[in-house]
């Protein structure tokens, strides 16, 4: 029987369930609950940089979008909240559209 782990969506156990597997879960504290959040972010990541396809890259970016939406939610944070200080901060310091790859700054 593989070993996982790790953090999974709330309805895996359910669609295992249905497959016929029997599996073996837990529920989290809260610090192990952000701990888990964290680490699953880097394991999603870590996908997304290694998608070979739009598709792909929608899919594992959906994936680090509903992984910050927790940690957002664990952090007492509205998405609402989230979204306006990213708003603040491409209003005062940019995005990234331009591909400015800064080198180095000289005093």
Do not use: C, W
């Amino acid at each position: 029987m593989p070993t996982y782990n790790k953090l999974v969506r709330d309805k895996i156990p359910d669609i295992i369930k249905k497959s016929g597997k029997i599996f073996t879960s837990k529920k989290l504290s809260n610090d192990e609950y952000i701990e888990a959040l964290y680490k699953k972010l880097y394991e999603e990541i870590e996908e997304l940089t290694k998608a070979n396809s739009q598709s792909e890259v929608v899919e594992e970016a959906a994936d680090v979008l509903e992984l910050l939406y927790a940690l957002m939610k664990v952090n007492g944070t509205s998405i609402e909240e989230l979204e306006n200080v990213r708003a603040e901060k491409k209003k005062h310091r940019g995005g990234f559209e331009n591909r400015v790859f800064l080198q180095e700054v000289s005093e």
